[in-house]
């Protein structure tokens, strides 16, 4: 039987060596951040929450966000990635949902779409494995799922460490899928024109 996953989308950061607002760079006739919300959305996924932090207002005035798509601000977003991981599982559990896994999507990779995303949740379904992560030179990251049975240990992650360390400690209980290069992220100008270019050969 399937269960029920929920989508954090993790787009709180300032984005600093952008030097610009990241999450409203125009992609694809949207956004970076629209693009992950309705990738998101379109997934097999149950929910979908999104995270702001830093340019919260001027980020939710500028972009549409779909119906689906619970909003939640995360006001230590200055601590880091961990932070918005905490605020989302926050939401998540006090809000009571039927969520058996989360899936955690970074707004910067929009290379991933949604049957990237069915990929990972298809593999998580089977129930062999309680983490289905993302292969990197680097190691396992995001998109990346948890089962439930991590959540405590993810809202207890020091600051800007992300879940890498928590991948890293359970690979006996984690399977890593290829991305084929959708893993690609934006974190400079460079970068976005880039993958501009890249996704406008696709």
Request: with cysteine.
């Given at each position: 039987?399937?269960?029920?996953?929920?989508?954090?989308?993790?787009?709180?950061?300032?984005?600093t060596?952008?030097?610009s607002?990241?999450?409203?760079?125009?992609?694809?006739?949207?956004?970076?951040?629209?693009?992950?919300?309705?990738?998101?959305?379109?997934?097999?996924?149950?929910y979908?929450?999104?995270?702001?932090?830093?340019?919260?207002?001027?980020?939710?005035?500028e972009?549409?966000?779909?119906k689906?798509?619970?909003?939640?601000?995360?006001?230590?977003?200055?601590?880091?990635?961990?932070?918005?991981?905490?605020?989302?599982?926050?939401?998540i559990?006090?809000?009571?949902?039927?969520?058996?896994?989360?899936?955690?999507?970074?707004?910067?990779?929009?290379?991933?779409?949604?049957?990237?995303?069915?990929?990972?949740?298809?593999?998580y379904h089977?129930?062999?494995?309680?983490?289905?992560?993302?292969?990197?030179?680097?190691?396992?990251?995001?998109?990346?799922?948890f089962?439930?049975?991590?959540?405590?240990?993810?809202?207890?992650?020091?600051?800007?460490?992300?879940?890498?360390?928590?991948?890293?400690?359970?690979?006996a209980?984690?399977?890593?899928?290829?991305?084929l290069?959708?893993?690609?992220?934006?974190?400079?100008?460079?970068d976005?024109?880039?993958?501009?270019?890249?996704?406008?050969?696709?």
């Amino acid at each position: 039987m399937n269960k029920n996953i929920a989508v954090l989308v993790l787009a709180a950061g300032a984005a600093t060596r952008m030097g610009s607002i990241k999450q409203l760079l125009p992609w694809k006739g949207s956004t970076l951040l629209e693009n992950a919300l309705q990738t998101a959305v379109n997934s097999s996924a149950r929910y979908v929450t999104l995270i702001t932090g830093a340019n919260a207002e001027a980020i939710i005035n500028e972009i549409k966000i779909p119906k689906a798509v619970a909003v939640v601000f995360n006001n230590q977003w200055t601590l880091g990635l961990s932070s918005s991981i905490n605020c989302g599982l926050h939401h998540i559990l006090e809000g009571d949902l039927e969520c058996d896994a989360v899936l955690m999507l970074m707004a910067d990779q929009p290379l991933i779409d949604t049957e990237y995303l069915n990929n990972l949740i298809s593999e998580y379904h089977k129930g062999a494995f309680g983490i289905v992560a993302t292969s990197y030179e680097s190691g396992p990251g995001v998109p990346v799922i948890f089962d439930r049975k991590y959540f405590e240990e993810l809202r207890t992650l020091a600051q800007d460490k992300g879940a890498k360390s928590l991948i890293k400690a359970n690979m006996a209980d984690t399977f890593v899928i290829d991305p084929l290069g959708k893993e690609r992220d934006i974190d400079t100008p460079a970068d976005y024109s880039s993958l501009s270019r890249e996704a406008g050969k696709r």
